[in-house]
């Protein structure tokens, strides 16, 4: 399972946040240069609320476009 401290070997500073709820598909992007690196990017995906329709639950990645 990928963790932060991987991601951030291989140059990516924030996570791809998708929200999965069937009346959201809201995406965000979010800085984690805050987290430990011995976090697991999965972990990110049940904490997340859409902050535009309040969906609980997401898919977080690492942000590959960055």
Do not use: K, Q
């Not at 959201?24 to 979010?30: A, I, K, P």
């Amino acid at each position: 399972m990928m963790t932060l401290g991987n991601m951030r070997e291989n140059g990516v500073r924030s996570l791809a946040i998708t929200y999965g709820a069937l009346w959201c598909h809201h995406e965000s992007v979010l800085d984690v240069s805050g987290f430990a690196d011995d976090e697991v990017v999965p972990a990110f995906g049940p904490r997340m609320v859409c902050t535009v329709c309040g969906a609980i639950g997401a898919d977080a990645r690492p942000n590959w476009n960055e």
